[in-house]
């Protein structure tokens, strides 16, 4: 069983940073794919950025250039760094890792970006 625990958020202003953790405890090895996902009120959760074990990528194009995920494959941890943030950021920020055909959530960690 693979449990995942997220810290970092919080409440900053409007053009401030963040930097969002999530450690997975269990048994994860292979390729697997970390990373973050998004649900602000009364929307739908949203992919954010991933990252695969072999290092590639993905953005949502929201937050190419203000945002970047980073891994630590021997702590299984990956990380969010989030610069520029913007109100529209704000919300929920829910760490996801997808290991063989198992797809698993964290908790989620609450991130208030303030005009």
């Known amino acids: 069983q693979v449990q995942l625990v997220e810290s970092g958020g919080g409440l900053v202003q409007a053009g401030g940073s963040l930097k969002l953790s999530c450690a997975a405890s269990?048994?994860?090895?292979?390729?697997?794919?970390m990373g973050w996902y998004r649900q602000a009120p009364e929307k739908q959760r949203e992919l954010v950025a991933v990252?695969?074990?072999?290092?590639?990528?993905n953005y949502a194009d929201s937050v190419k250039g203000r945002f970047t995920i980073s891994r630590d494959n021997a702590k299984k941890t990956v990380y969010l760094q989030m610069d520029s943030l913007k109100p529209e950021d704000t919300g929920v920020y829910y760490c996801n890792v997808k290991f063989l055909s198992s797809n698993y959530w964290g908790k989620g960690t609450l991130v208030t970006v303030s005009s």
């Open positions: 990252m695969a074990s072999s290092g590639s990528a």
């Open positions: 269990g048994n994860i090895f292979g390729f697997n794919v």
